[in-house]
């Protein structure tokens, strides 16, 4: 269970607080006396769409107009007696608070004083530490893969270019693992991202679901540290906004080249003057937005506009790759290239004037080829290549095969987005945006796999006007993630029942087993996390309310969510068998042993394998709850007030494969304790029999290496239903 409060009072010039991805415009209006006007109409006009909303000073003489979509603003005051005043050029950026004050003058109202709006140098309304990264730099500087994020690094306090965290570099597709990030000096993967207001952030591993086109993005903000209540889950924000039709047709097409005819030749390390490597590599797509128009029919300028986006990426790369493999002559048991001698772990035994091992030395180290074990054959045979580089050095082989492996990458997605005025205190929009992106990652023969992701997003918006000092806003999202590791021979090849592993794989699962070696000896097999699958989905509802009273600006609202996180796969699902060489070593010294020779005899140091691939459908609700209040003591003088309540609760399997262990006093600092109420319990979640639909016991071990009783288990509720004692 997470909560979160937070209280904050900050001396600053600042006003109402604003949604997430949208700005405010807000001011004071006075006459040329000084003197508070109340009950002056003003009207700010987005200069793109000619969209107005309208609201009225109160009695502080203080307008505000929040949740407006970023862009060009105008803003026009009109008051009986007085000339009415506009101000133009208002460049309204993402979660900014536009301060825009009137002095009126007297006169007639067909008089009219219009005013280029200066932009500010120093952002005075609000306390927030972040950077607005706006559309032109997005779309004019140069980005490599066309990728928003890279642009994050020029914020204040950003820190980028870490490793990608380990298991999410090998489970999560696209470009997600590469994001890592720090703001203000978190952790690189602590960051919460939002597009267009909703959650865009992986319950997995938090990171990005959707990467929108950079010709689909208005602009973005990166914030940390202070900022309103409005905010929670993480220290850092990112928050990205998609850009909206306007009453002029735009679009663009788009082709971004890269091709090895335009590269150098790689260097020659092995001296085989390999050839260029090929690579293709092409970005493509559209964007095509304005208003929608059915001639003869429906105009819907001013009132319905539509924004279209889509964008292709194929990628072919092929780079030279080096293994060391086993030669012919050590594949016919002649390990003479080996200089250390190697013996016989069949012949192993005590010798009982020195009390130390000893075993038979293989003559000029040749292995019996009678003395192989089947598998190890076959797996070899079949599965490793034969050397394709003359080594011309003595000893142990190193380096002896080149091979072009080849990684296709491809990715496609879009962005539909629908803008609709239903008038003056009604804008409603929504958006929905795919992603389908595939990458097969090459192994040294049939052992690669394919990363695949499928990601969606649907959001839908409204801002209404309630009143001149009351607008609500309301919010739905929805995201689904679908990403899922698979084997070259996934469903085609069961290599593992070919060999005689005892355990039955399903097909989704069959595969190499991966075999490690070491002595420079090149590892092959299939990765041990592979099949791992999840099937994500968010459900999200917001709702956000402000209030104008007098000089204090309220905003108060909250969320909820419903997570589901899916997910089957686990570790070793093929088994791993590891060689180092030990077996084949001098047995009293376990050194001079080669990895090759321990492979090709059968004779592995370690196993791992999993009896089944584990199951598990979570499942959680989140709620949060804020208000913030904004009060302007003096024009000069600002109190900024939040609250901020938030729950999350802990993640439910509604499969009730889940286990947890539950203490019932601190672990002892010695084995074997004698007193089973003193031991650990494996606790599962629901009602019933523990190993109900479960093929397997956990036992301990006995003193002597067998079986020995049965390790604790319960399945009595005592935990709860989320395996979470909350006392």
Known sequence: MRKLLGISALLVCCSALLAQTSGEITGEVTDQSGAIAPNVTVTATNVDTNVARNTQTNDAGVYSFPNLIPGRYSVRVTAPGFATVTKTGIELQVQQTARVDFSLSVGQASQTVEVNAVAQQLVTENATVGTVVEERRIVELPLNGRNFFSLVGLSPGVTVGFAPPAQANARQGGTRSQLTMSLAGTRPTWANYTLDGVTNTDINFNLYVLLPSVDAIQEFKVQSGIYPAEFGREAGQVNVLTKPGTNNYHGTIFDFLRNDALDAKNYDFAHTNPAKSPFRQNQYGFTLGGPIQIPKLFNGRNRLFFLSNYEGFKSRTTTVATATVLTPAMRNGDFSAITTQMFDPTTRRLDPATNTMVATPYPNNQIPVSQFNKESVYLLGKYTPLPNIQQNTAGAPNRN????????????????RIDFNESNNSQWFGRYSWTDESTFNPGLTVDGGT?????????????????????????????????????????????????????????????LPNIGLANNLTSFGNATSSPFAIDNKTFQAIDNFSWIIGKHSLRMGGEYRYNKFPQLGNEFPRGQFQFNG????????????????????????????????????????????YIDDTWKITPHVTLTLGLRYEIEQPLKDVSGHAVNVMLNQALPGYANEPDLNKHPVYVRTGQGNFYDDVAFRYLAAGSNGASGTNVLTARDGRLGDRLVRTD
């Open 401 to 416: 095969y080149q091979y072009l492996a080849k990684t296709p990458v491809d990715k496609d997605q879009i962005t539909e």
């Open 582 to 625: 030990s077996f084949s070593a001098n047995p009293a010294s376990l050194s001079g042993g080669y990895s090759g020779a321990d492979f090709l005899l059968g004779q592995f140091f370690r196993a791992d394998i999993a009896v089944a691939l584990a199951q598990g459908d979570f499942r959680n609700s989140e709620i949060a709850g």
């Open 451 to 511: 990363l695949y992701t499928r990601a969606s997003q649907w959001v839908v918006s409204n801002t209404r006007v309630l009143s001149a000092t009351k607008v609500n806003e309301a919010r739905f999202g929805y995201n689904s993630l679908y990403n899922v590791i698979t084997q070259e021979l996934a469903n085609k090849e069961d290599v593992s029942g070919a060999i005689g592993i005892p355990i039955k794989v399903d097909p989704n699962s069959w595969g």
